[in-house]
């Protein structure tokens, strides 16, 4: 399984048309997230770039995955295949009884 990175350009101003997707959006990529297929999605905060960590045997099939979400005809696109992605991990706070 390879890992790419995909950079997204927001469109400016947002249309009605890409406002009204949003929704659909969010429900596709928790969906492909269940599923382990994006490892992460990121909007920046001026809401002009949007980046996601996405799994695929291959290229191609990225491409695919990605034409799945709603947002991704408003907006273009680049990839790039990564070598690695490393993440923190959450973890509880440690338990102390006295």
Known sequence: MNKFMIELDLP???TSDFVTQ???QHYAVEKLMT???IVSY???QDQSKLWIILMADSEAEMV???NTLPL???MSSRWYPLAFHNIGTFRM???ILN
Do not use: C, D
């Open 93 to 95: 706070p440690q338990m």
């Open 72 to 74: 991704t005809s408003f």
């Open 22 to 24: 949003i929704p659909a």
């Open 42 to 44: 990121t909007l920046s």
């Open 64 to 66: 695919r995955l990605l």
């Open 12 to 14: 400016s101003p947002l």
């Open 35 to 37: 599923a382990g297929i």
